[in-house]
């Protein structure tokens, strides 16, 4: 099959993510005690919107129909992980001495080329990526121009420096 459609506009964005939570307080915990989103609004013990410099939410969290329930149980479809994309190297490393304060551990740490990226898990279970994307001029590319991403080491020490 093949595929005819006009591209979407370049200038689309993906503008927020909203989860589904077991206890607001302890996601708030994550996503505003340790991450330093600001809470915009909270619809008591239901709801919160987050947000990174005032926007009206980057981050909605809720407990409609996931209250006290488990995480999303492995080989089960839904989403992977929430990238968060810092706009400098430094306020990565911030976000990582954030979360070595808060003693939260890592489930990796990669330099694809094109990005830097630590991976962990929110309170419920969710699948985390914080992010800083090199200057695109930077980005590897293959001999056809195609860009040629890779996932190595992420040097932590190296990135605590910044």
Known sequence: MTNTAKPIDPGTRIGHVHLKVADLDRALGFYRDVLGFELI?????????LSAGG????????????????????????????AILYPTRAAL??????????????????DHGVSQALYLRDPDGNGIELYWDRPATEWPRAPDGAL????????????LEA
């Open 93 to 110: 490393a911030d976000a990582l001495r954030r979360l070595i304060a808060a003693g939260i551990a890592l489930d990796g740490a990669s």
């Open 148 to 159: 040629a991403m890779t996932t190595q080491r992420l040097d932590l020490e190296d990135l």
């Open 41 to 49: 609004q909270r619809y008591g013990t239901q709801a919160a919107f």
């Open 55 to 82: 926007y009206h939410h980057h981050i909605g969290l809720n407990t409609w129909e996931s209250k006290g329930g488990p995480p999303p149980a492995p080989g089960t479809t839904g989403l992977y992980h929430t």
